[in-house]
């Protein structure tokens, strides 16, 4: 029997496990120490996650690690929503790892699900 998980404008069939590609867009991520921090290397590893199988990639442009410090929604909107402008044509769902509800709405604004 497959389940459905319903987006915006798409279903994804959950009746198997996903994979979910992370793509933090920070200088100090913890996750993958700031590599991604630009544009152009944010979009070369959405496309390498997406070759190598993530069915759906979740952007964060806030760090969270211990220590860290907050960033302001306007520095946040600018880190993530040009990447998922971007990125919105790749062919899978777009997410977005943010606290701050003015940069979820530009988020999806821009074409995350």
Do not use: Q
Not at 75 to 84: F, M
């Amino acid at each position: 029997m497959n389940k459905f998980w319903k987006m915006k404008d798409r279903e994804m069939d959950v009746s198997r496990s996903l994979l979910m590609g992370i793509l933090n867009v920070t200088p100090d991520s913890f996750y993958d120490g700031g590599h991604h921090d630009s544009l152009s290397a944010a979009c070369k590893r959405a496309e390498a996650m997406v070759a190598e199988g993530a069915d759906l990639i979740d952007i964060g442009g806030e760090s969270t690690r211990p220590g860290s410090e907050g960033i302001s929604e306007p520095e946040e909107r600018r880190r993530v929503v040009p990447l998922i402008r971007e990125l919105s044509s790749l062919g899978v769902p777009l997410s977005i790892d943010t606290s701050k509800p003015g940069v979820a709405e530009a988020a999806l604004e821009a074409g995350a699900v």
